[in-house]
């Protein structure tokens, strides 16, 4: 059984920076496809980042350049550095995962569909 569990959320002022980790247990064998969405109250769910198994990144327009996707295989654990935060950032935070076979082409928007998806970590930026 996958697991995927976040951490490093909080609160930050506008400007701020955070860095969300996830880690994956239960079957780490680096097979994943990996992503981050996120999602705002009565806002659908956004896709942010992706990392294939080749360490391949793929970003959302909207944080291109602010947020930075990265893994460490060995410790089974994927991060994003989020800079540059604006209050249009507040959201729950989700690390997604997937089998790396199932996408030919990785498409940022579909990560909340990933087969598995962590618990949410809460991002909140004020002004």
């Known amino acids: 059984q996958v697991q995927l569990v976040e951490s490093g959320g909080g609160s930050v002022q506008s400007g701020g920076s955070l860095n969300l980790s996830c880690v994956v247990t239960?079957?780490?064998?680096?097979?994943?496809?990996m992503g981050w969405f996120r999602q705002a109250p009565e806002k659908e769910a956004e896709g942010l980042a992706a990392?294939?198994?080749?360490?391949?990144?793929s970003y959302a327009e909207s944080v291109k350049g602010r947020f930075t996707i990265s893994r460490d295989n060995i410790k089974s654990t994927m991060y994003l550095q989020m800079n540059d935060l604006t209050p249009e950032d507040t959201a729950v935070y989700y690390c997604a995962a997937d089998f790396q076979e199932y996408h030919t082409v990785v498409v940022v928007r579909t990560i909340p569909l990933f087969t598995y998806r962590g618990q949410g970590t809460q991002v909140t930026v004020s002004s």
């Open positions: 239960g079957n780490p064998d680096n097979i994943y496809l």
């Open positions: 990392i294939d198994t080749d360490d391949t990144a």
